[in-house]
Protein backbone atom coordinates (compact mmCIF):
# COMPACT_ATOMS: atom_id res chain seq x y z
CA UNK A 1 0.00 0.00 0.00
CA UNK A 2 1.15 3.56 -0.85
CA UNK A 3 2.13 5.39 2.12
CA UNK A 4 0.24 8.59 2.31
CA UNK A 5 2.01 12.24 1.52
CA UNK A 6 1.94 14.76 4.77
CA UNK A 7 -0.66 16.85 3.42
CA UNK A 8 -2.91 17.71 0.13
CA UNK A 9 -2.39 20.60 -2.01
CA UNK A 10 -5.37 20.93 -4.31
CA UNK A 11 -7.82 22.51 -5.52
CA UNK A 12 -10.76 19.92 -3.90
CA UNK A 13 -13.87 20.26 -2.49
CA UNK A 14 -15.39 18.55 0.80
CA UNK A 15 -17.29 16.53 -2.09
CA UNK A 16 -13.50 14.72 -2.85
CA UNK A 17 -12.39 14.17 0.69
CA UNK A 18 -14.05 10.49 1.14
CA UNK A 19 -12.17 9.43 -2.13
CA UNK A 20 -9.14 10.98 -1.12
CA UNK A 21 -8.88 9.30 2.67
CA UNK A 22 -6.85 6.25 0.98
CA UNK A 23 -3.90 8.85 -0.32
CA UNK A 24 -3.80 11.93 2.02
CA UNK A 25 -3.82 12.13 5.75
CA UNK A 26 -5.40 15.48 5.35
CA UNK A 27 -7.15 18.07 3.02
CA UNK A 28 -7.02 21.78 2.30
CA UNK A 29 -10.12 22.77 1.29
CA UNK A 30 -12.23 26.50 1.21
CA UNK A 31 -14.30 26.79 3.89
CA UNK A 32 -17.43 27.50 4.50
CA UNK A 33 -20.22 28.90 7.06
CA UNK A 34 -20.81 25.39 8.32
CA UNK A 35 -17.36 24.93 9.36
CA UNK A 36 -17.70 28.24 11.71
CA UNK A 37 -18.56 26.66 15.00
CA UNK A 38 -15.43 24.38 14.71
CA UNK A 39 -13.16 27.02 13.79
CA UNK A 40 -14.43 28.70 16.47
CA UNK A 41 -13.11 25.93 18.54
CA UNK A 42 -10.18 25.94 17.63
CA UNK A 43 -9.84 29.62 17.43
CA UNK A 44 -10.45 29.73 21.30
CA UNK A 45 -8.38 26.44 21.86
CA UNK A 46 -5.32 28.41 19.78
CA UNK A 47 -5.45 32.15 20.64
CA UNK A 48 -3.56 31.87 24.40
CA UNK A 49 -0.79 30.40 22.31
CA UNK A 50 -0.20 33.59 20.59
CA UNK A 51 1.02 35.55 23.75
CA UNK A 52 2.76 33.80 25.95
CA UNK A 53 1.57 34.07 29.56
CA UNK A 54 -1.84 35.78 28.63
CA UNK A 55 -4.85 34.43 28.36
CA UNK A 56 -7.65 35.93 26.68
CA UNK A 57 -10.33 32.91 26.42
CA UNK A 58 -11.86 33.22 29.86
CA UNK A 59 -12.37 36.83 29.11
CA UNK A 60 -15.99 38.08 28.53
CA UNK A 61 -15.61 38.38 24.85
CA UNK A 62 -14.17 35.24 24.00
CA UNK A 63 -17.47 33.32 24.34
CA UNK A 64 -18.05 30.78 22.11
CA UNK A 65 -21.31 32.45 20.09
CA UNK A 66 -19.40 35.86 20.19
CA UNK A 67 -16.69 33.74 18.42
CA UNK A 68 -18.82 32.14 16.09
CA UNK A 69 -20.13 35.50 15.40
CA UNK A 70 -17.07 37.72 14.64
CA UNK A 71 -15.24 34.74 13.00
CA UNK A 72 -18.07 34.60 10.17
CA UNK A 73 -17.74 38.17 9.34
CA UNK A 74 -13.81 37.87 9.73
CA UNK A 75 -13.18 34.33 7.50
CA UNK A 76 -16.20 34.85 5.18
CA UNK A 77 -17.42 38.55 4.54
CA UNK A 78 -20.16 38.93 2.01
CA UNK A 79 -17.56 41.07 0.23
CA UNK A 80 -15.26 38.17 -0.74
CA UNK A 81 -12.50 40.32 0.48
CA UNK A 82 -11.08 37.34 2.66
CA UNK A 83 -10.26 33.65 1.14
CA UNK A 84 -10.00 30.89 3.88
CA UNK A 85 -9.01 27.45 3.37
CA UNK A 86 -9.25 24.64 6.17
CA UNK A 87 -7.48 21.96 6.73
CA UNK A 88 -9.45 18.79 6.93
CA UNK A 89 -8.97 15.20 8.04
CA UNK A 90 -9.98 12.49 5.16
CA UNK A 91 -11.13 9.80 7.76
CA UNK A 92 -12.81 11.75 10.31
CA UNK A 93 -13.82 14.91 8.62
CA UNK A 94 -12.56 16.82 11.56
CA UNK A 95 -11.25 20.46 10.84
CA UNK A 96 -7.57 20.79 12.48
CA UNK A 97 -6.55 23.86 11.32
CA UNK A 98 -7.32 27.11 9.03
CA UNK A 99 -5.83 30.59 7.75
CA UNK A 100 -7.11 33.52 6.18
CA UNK A 101 -6.28 35.88 3.57
CA UNK A 102 -7.37 39.48 3.52
CA UNK A 103 -7.09 40.42 -0.08
CA UNK A 104 -6.38 44.44 1.15
CA UNK A 105 -4.05 44.23 4.01
CA UNK A 106 -3.89 48.17 3.87
CA UNK A 107 -1.70 50.46 6.26
CA UNK A 108 -0.12 48.87 9.58
CA UNK A 109 -2.73 49.59 12.08
CA UNK A 110 -3.36 48.93 16.15
CA UNK A 111 0.04 50.88 17.66
CA UNK A 112 3.02 52.54 16.80
CA UNK A 113 4.69 51.61 13.53
CA UNK A 114 8.28 51.46 13.28
CA UNK A 115 10.00 50.59 9.85
CA UNK A 116 13.22 48.31 10.47
CA UNK A 117 14.07 47.41 6.69
CA UNK A 118 14.72 48.81 3.37
CA UNK A 119 12.35 46.29 1.79
CA UNK A 120 9.67 48.04 -0.59
CA UNK A 121 6.37 46.63 0.40
CA UNK A 122 2.77 47.53 -1.50
CA UNK A 123 1.26 49.97 0.30
CA UNK A 124 -2.03 47.34 0.29
CA UNK A 125 -0.69 44.41 0.46
CA UNK A 126 -2.68 40.79 1.07
CA UNK A 127 -2.71 39.86 4.76
CA UNK A 128 -2.20 36.30 6.13
CA UNK A 129 -4.58 37.39 9.26
CA UNK A 130 -5.47 33.88 11.01
CA UNK A 131 -3.63 30.38 11.35
CA UNK A 132 -4.16 28.28 13.93
CA UNK A 133 -4.10 24.37 13.99
CA UNK A 134 -5.06 21.47 16.44
CA UNK A 135 -4.26 18.25 17.01
CA UNK A 136 -6.25 15.63 16.10
CA UNK A 137 -8.88 13.73 18.26
CA UNK A 138 -8.42 10.56 16.47
CA UNK A 139 -5.26 9.29 13.25
CA UNK A 140 -2.36 11.30 13.55
CA UNK A 141 -0.53 14.46 15.37
CA UNK A 142 -1.51 17.04 13.18
CA UNK A 143 2.16 17.70 12.10
CA UNK A 144 2.63 19.51 9.18
CA UNK A 145 -0.84 21.07 8.90
CA UNK A 146 0.18 24.27 9.20
CA UNK A 147 2.67 24.04 6.70
CA UNK A 148 0.12 22.23 4.49
CA UNK A 149 -1.98 25.25 4.89
CA UNK A 150 0.49 28.10 4.11
CA UNK A 151 1.67 26.48 0.84
CA UNK A 152 -2.32 26.41 -0.08
CA UNK A 153 -1.90 29.89 0.42
CA UNK A 154 1.43 30.59 -1.40
CA UNK A 155 -0.20 28.79 -4.85
CA UNK A 156 -2.37 31.47 -5.43
CA UNK A 157 -0.61 33.64 -7.85
CA UNK A 158 -2.76 36.90 -6.98
CA UNK A 159 -0.99 36.61 -3.62
CA UNK A 160 2.73 34.96 -4.54
CA UNK A 161 3.19 37.74 -7.27
CA UNK A 162 2.71 40.66 -5.04
CA UNK A 163 4.18 39.00 -1.91
CA UNK A 164 2.07 38.57 1.48
CA UNK A 165 2.28 39.94 4.73
CA UNK A 166 1.67 38.91 8.58
CA UNK A 167 1.80 40.41 11.99
CA UNK A 168 2.82 38.18 15.06
CA UNK A 169 3.48 39.19 18.63
CA UNK A 170 7.34 39.17 19.62
CA UNK A 171 6.81 37.05 21.76
CA UNK A 172 5.32 33.72 19.98
CA UNK A 173 8.56 32.71 19.69
CA UNK A 174 7.02 29.53 18.01
CA UNK A 175 5.00 31.23 15.33
CA UNK A 176 7.90 33.66 14.32
CA UNK A 177 10.04 30.61 13.94
CA UNK A 178 7.69 28.48 11.69
CA UNK A 179 6.96 32.12 9.24
CA UNK A 180 11.20 32.32 8.86
CA UNK A 181 11.23 28.88 7.96
CA UNK A 182 9.22 29.94 4.99
CA UNK A 183 10.97 32.81 4.25
CA UNK A 184 9.12 35.77 5.98
CA UNK A 185 11.54 38.51 7.03
CA UNK A 186 10.56 41.34 9.45
CA UNK A 187 9.96 44.80 8.00
CA UNK A 188 8.71 46.65 10.88
CA UNK A 189 7.63 46.75 14.14
CA UNK A 190 4.08 47.44 15.73
CA UNK A 191 4.81 49.17 19.64
CA UNK A 192 1.84 49.03 21.80
CA UNK A 193 -0.34 46.36 20.15
CA UNK A 194 -3.18 44.93 21.59
CA UNK A 195 -6.74 45.71 22.47
CA UNK A 196 -5.57 45.16 26.16
CA UNK A 197 -4.25 47.15 28.77
CA UNK A 198 -0.47 45.46 28.73
CA UNK A 199 0.82 46.56 25.83
CA UNK A 200 3.22 44.08 23.89
CA UNK A 201 5.40 44.57 20.65
CA UNK A 202 4.11 42.54 16.89
CA UNK A 203 6.45 41.89 14.26
CA UNK A 204 5.65 43.12 10.55
CA UNK A 205 7.05 40.40 8.19
CA UNK A 206 6.82 40.08 4.65
CA UNK A 207 7.31 37.22 2.53
CA UNK A 208 8.57 38.47 -1.11
CA UNK A 209 6.67 37.77 -4.56
CA UNK A 210 7.92 34.81 -6.22
CA UNK A 211 9.02 35.21 -9.53
CA UNK A 212 6.32 33.93 -12.15
Known sequence: MTEPLPYMIVHATQAD????????????????????PALS??????IDTTVPGKTFSDQPGYTLEKVEAALSKRLLPEDGSVTTFVAVHPGTGELLGYVNVKEHGGPVLGGDYESTSDVQTPEDP???????????????????????????????????KRGIRVICFERNERA????????????????????WEDKETALVLWLKATPQ
Open 17 to 36: IPALSQIFPYVIVHATQADI
Open 126 to 160: PEMDHLFTKVPKEGGSGKGVGSALLKRVLQEEKWA
Open 176 to 195: LSFYRKWGFEQVGKLHNAGD
Open 41 to 46: QIFLES
